[in-house]
């Protein structure tokens, strides 16, 4: 066993230490370009004014380490800041424009040094030797410290000794008490930090959890845990994710090393100065016009408007209260379920509304009866005729994508030609074009009438689309799943052929949710393939879908490269594996650029919340329809049919961005604060285990499991 754990300690170091060549290989900043020199000149963020000085003395449990103090000049005793520093980065320099920064803002810094070799394997003996290295600096230097107002910044292997240290410092040494606040970056793991810990904070301190999208190092669900957990009020908090971007002016690179002095951009000035600068003002001088900036900004591009020109993305950070995921584990050098983590016996990084078993959500009959209330149960098999819109919805958006279109719309219905025992539904808009571009919809399972996504339905038309709704119900309740592709195929053909007169077949699109989405490969194959429709504008859009069958891999590799496609997977959809989106998304074989992967997340703000569910797209009443439908779905799909139908580059953008501003927001809260974005990316992953889910990766039902491995 000791030899066991030699070796992997031995290994544990080198990993460390790999971690630390990574992060900290270089000290002196890049020559300025544009993305440094456009910094804000003044306000939040801005250069400070004060000269400061540097002094230091020898860290009392450490006598080869040293704590270093910085003070601003002709101030008396000011605020004060403990930086925690990453994992070999015992200089100081590592971080001079950062602290030169704060100290010429008027704050005081503390930085302790501890030795690298035993921050691996002995972390509570280095988080020793920090507390003892700032308790003994605020006693040298108390004329100049005022420790009713601390804030504790940290990065790395720093950033997760923060709230233990913090706590040590609130309810020991009762510090903080006119003001405090936490600014963690990139943290590494936890050590000496219980439930009891993280829910004993002062409701007084704020927050600011600060990861990088590019971070190759330390997995995103530390911050992630240590935010979701810690019981500072949602009000007080904000997650941050500062993106990457490029543009022909110059790179913006999210990785580990951001608070350094690696490299200094619009990153360090936009993403950390300024909303550091934000957070210690509303914290110690109670400044309200720091609380936007600091814990709500999610549309720094609204600030910052000259950036447009110079990125490509304005909005290159993501503000939020719900916390999502980028990257599996894998992608990460110290993932979360390492040996190392103490923290992992308490976050499992899934959480269930309620044990799965016993959450009569997540079973075939939770799932057939999702949306359907006593009311909607009487109806049984009568297919309600749809009303013009569900009565008292009102659009958020009131123009560009996503807002109302401006034609009324006339629907038909005709008996399915095929013994059926649902109808087929055609909604056609009120306007004067001949020939006009179809949408071919493609209902979930139990949702066989165009009652359930009325709302969407008729946006859609309202755009100036044929929109052709076939049900693939059939007498036999259980019937199979071939019948019920067959039922939908020959809908949708008798639909075309009665009203084919208005249709233009070169432009064509597949639109389907949960079921629906699944049938929609095979269905798009036969009309883009073997009819050869949409030589001038095709498009798929899967919403939650689920298992593809009736379609060959050969056949699935066949639709056209042309193809504009979006997959959206939604963040409290515990029906459908997302394993099943990551496959269609990655095995039909449309370039990158044309298309993108959604995903819809979650989130709260006091005491609202917004649940991105497997029945977000259902619309069959008012309560239905929120701003899920209006800017993840409806803006969405009018975006992509815009884009590819007319070669409209802005609908592009908004549609096919790439993670752009337009194609994430997702609005704002009554109070002006943003709701957090979609995500977007090429490279889809799921965060949650298979048992999450009812209809699982792993099913027998599952016909393109041994086509494609998901990543883990």
């Not at 999610?298 to 909005?315: Q, Y």
Request: with cysteine; net charge positive.
């Amino acid at each position: 066993m000791k030899a066991l754990n030699k070796k992997y300690r031995a290994c544990t170091a080198l990993a460390v230490f790999a971690a630390v060549l990574f992060s900290y290989g270089s000290t002196r900043a890049e020559e300025h370009n544009t993305c440094r020199d456009l910094v804000p000149d003044s306000g939040y963020g801005a250069p400070g004014t004060y000269a400061f000085t540097v002094d230091s003395i020898q860290n009392p449990a450490d006598r080869q380490s040293f704590v270093y103090f910085y003070r601003p000049e002709a101030r008396g005793r000011s605020p004060v800041i403990f930086f925690c520093h990453g994992i070999g980065a015992t200089d100081p320099r590592t971080y001079r424009s950062l602290i030169r920064h704060i100290a010429g803002t008027g704050m005081c810094l503390i930085y302790a040094q501890y030795p690298r070799a035993k921050a691996s394997y002995n972390p509570e003996v280095t988080y020793r030797t920090l507390w003892a290295g700032f308790t003994a600096a605020t006693e040298h230097f108390s004329a100049r410290i005022d420790t009713s107002k601390i804030g504790f910044l940290g990065h790395s292997y720093g950033g997760g000794a923060v709230p233990s240290l913090a706590h040590k410092a609130f309810t020991e040494k009762k510090w903080g008490q006119d003001g405090a606040f936490l600014f963690i970056t990139a943290p590494w793991y936890s050590y000496a930090l219980t439930p009891k810990k993280l829910h004993g904070f002062p409701s007084h301190v704020k927050l600011v959890m600060q990861v990088y999208a590019n971070d190759e190092i330390n997995d995103h669900r530390m911050a992630k845990d240590i935010y979701e957990n810690i019981t500072i009020p949602y009000s007080e908090k904000a997650y941050i994710i500062l993106h990457s971007d490029s543009s022909t002016a110059c790179t913006l690179s999210a990785d580990h090393s951001t608070p350094t002095d690696n490299r200094i951009d619009l990153l360090d000035s936009y993403g950390i100065y300024r909303v550091f600068d934000a957070l210690a003002d509303y914290s110690f001088n109670k400044n309200q016009a720091g609380k936007p900036v600091a814990l709500n900004s999610g549309v720094p591009g609204k600030e910052t408007p000259e950036l447009s020109g110079i990125v490509g993305h304005p909005a290159f950070f993501d503000v939020m209260h719900t916390p999502y995921l980028l990257h599996p584990q894998s992608y990460y050098l110290n993932f979360w379920k390492h040996a190392m983590n103490p923290r992992m016996k308490y976050q499992s990084h899934y959480k269930a509304r309620r044990p799965f078993r016993y959450d009569p959500r997540v079973t075939r009959r939770g799932y057939l009866s999702a949306t359907m209330n006593k009311r909607d149960k009487n109806l049984g098999l009568e297919d309600p005729a749809m009303t013009e819109e569900p009565t008292g919805v009102v659009n958020p958006i009131t123009e560009g994508f996503g807002s109302n279109g401006p034609y009324t719309i006339n629907e038909r219905v005709f008996p399915h030609p095929d013994m059926g025992d649902g109808n087929i539904h055609v909604f056609t808009p009120d306007c004067s074009d001949s020939l006009l571009p179809v949408i071919l919809f493609a209902h979930g399972y139990p949702w066989s009438t165009p009652y359930w996504y009325q709302g969407l339905i008729r946006f859609i038309a309202s755009k100036g689309y044929i929109v052709v709704f076939a049900s693939s119900l059939h007498r036999k309740f259980l019937s199979s799943i071939r019948t019920r592709y067959d039922l939908m195929l020959k809908g949708f053909e008798a639909a075309i052929e009665l009203v084919g007169h208005i249709v233009d077949t070169t432009r064509i699109g597949f639109a389907g949710h949960s079921f629906g989405a699944g049938a929609l490969p095979s269905i798009a194959q036969y009309y883009l393939v073997r009819k050869e429709w949409g030589s001038n504008g095709a498009f798929l859009y899967l919403m939650a879908p689920w298992y593809a069958r009736n379609i060959t891999q050969e056949q699935l590799l066949e639709i056209p490269p042309h193809t504009a496609m979006i997959v959206q997977v939604f963040d409290d959809d515990r029906f459908n594996d997302w394993r099943i989106a990551e496959d269609l998304f990655m095995t039909i074989q449309i370039p990158d650029s044309n298309k993108d992967f959604l995903v819809v997340h979650n989130d709260i703000r006091e005491n609202s919340a917004i649940r991105a569910e497997h029945i977000a797209p259902i619309s069959h009443n008012a309560e239905d329809i929120d701003r899920i439908d209006f800017y993840a779905i409806y803006k969405t799909v009018d975006a992509l049919a815009r884009a590819v139908f007319f070669d409209d580059p802005a609908a592009r953008n908004t549609a096919l961005g790439n993670g752009s501003f337009s194609q994430r927001f997702m609005g704002t809260w009554p109070d002006g604060i943003p709701v957090t974005p979609m995500s977007v990316t090429d490279r889809p992953f799921t965060p949650h285990p298979q048992k999450a889910y009812l209809f699982r990766w792993r099913r027998l039902v599952n016909r393109r499991r041994k086509f494609y491995s998901p990543r883990e």
